[in-house]
């Protein structure tokens, strides 16, 4: 079966860095579009960034653009965001998204993200 499993998530320092993983399977992650999201409390869930198949196109949202790097690694059928300097506003449960060919959507389980000093 298709599982996305998030991990990497926890508590860092504002202007610190932090790196997301989800690792995936059950699908041909080749030909997936990678996505990251977000939820803060009391929000709605955001797109962070994106990635396509081959790594070659990217895209993120503007309150990140700049921060955070959206990365892949189709050999290890994983997904990375590259987090720098964050900030309060950053504090979500970061979720991992892979739309494949289908098309269908998979949804990780989040992986809790607080940015606090």
């Known amino acids: 079966q298709v599982q996305l499993v998030e991990s990497g998530g926890g508590l860092v320092q504002p202007g610190g860095s932090l790196r997301l993983s989800c690792a995936a399977s059950g699908f041909i992650f080749s030909s997936a579009t990678m996505r990251w999201y977000r939820q803060g409390l009391g929000k709605e869930r955001e797109l962070v960034a994106g990635?396509?198949?081959?790594?070659?196109?990217?895209t993120y949202s503007d309150s990140v653009k700049g921060r955070f790097t959206i990365s892949r690694d189709n050999a290890k059928n994983t997904v990375y965001l590259q987090m720098n300097s964050v900030k309060p506003e950053d504090t979500a449960v970061y979720y991992c998204?892979?739309?494949?060919?289908?098309?269908?959507?998979?949804w990780g389980q989040g992986t809790q993200v607080t940015v606090s000093s």
């Open positions: 990635i396509g198949g081959t790594g070659s196109l990217t």
């Open positions: 998204h892979a739309r494949d060919t289908v098309p269908s959507n998979y």
